[in-house]
């Protein structure tokens, strides 16, 4: 069993940053692809982006590319997601999540992962 637990997110002005860490208890999270999704009110959970197991791969979707970055310190158990740049359109629920499938590729579906953090809100203001 592993725990997710998160810290960070919170209120920024447009054009702001911000970074999220996820961090794990109860199994190495080396073990683990990890992934970042988020959900903003009345819209499915939608996928931002993945971090493969020793942080060699990672990709992003469309919408956050080249704004968002995902790394990861597997001596600390901890998943970072440093968000630059926000925009009105980010504000929502961001989980991290982990998934015990060994190819990245997958985790840009909810179905592939395992464990799931808490969520920590992300405001943006205009």
């Known amino acids: 069993q592993v725990q997710l637990v998160e810290a960070g997110g919170g209120s920024v002005q447009a054009g702001g940053s911000l970074r999220h860490s996820c961090t794990a208890a109860?199994?190495?999270?080396?073990?683990?692809?990890a992934g970042w999704l988020r959900q903003a009110p009345g819209n499915e959970r939608e996928f931002v982006g993945a971090i493969s197991r020793y942080g060699g791969t990672t990709y992003y979707a469309d919408s956050v590319m080249g704004r968002f970055s995902i790394s990861r310190d597997n001596a600390k158990n901890t998943v970072y997601l440093q968000m630059n740049s926000l925009k009105p359109e980010d504000p929502a629920v961001y989980y991290c999540?982990?998934?015990?499938?060994?190819?990245?590729?997958?985790?840009?579906?909810?179905?592939?992962?395992?464990?799931w953090g808490q969520g920590t809100q992300v405001t943006v203001s205009s």
């Open positions: 109860g199994r190495a999270f080396s073990l683990y692809g």
């Open positions: 999540a982990a998934s015990s499938s060994r190819t990245v590729w997958d985790l840009k579906v909810q179905g592939a992962y395992d464990y």
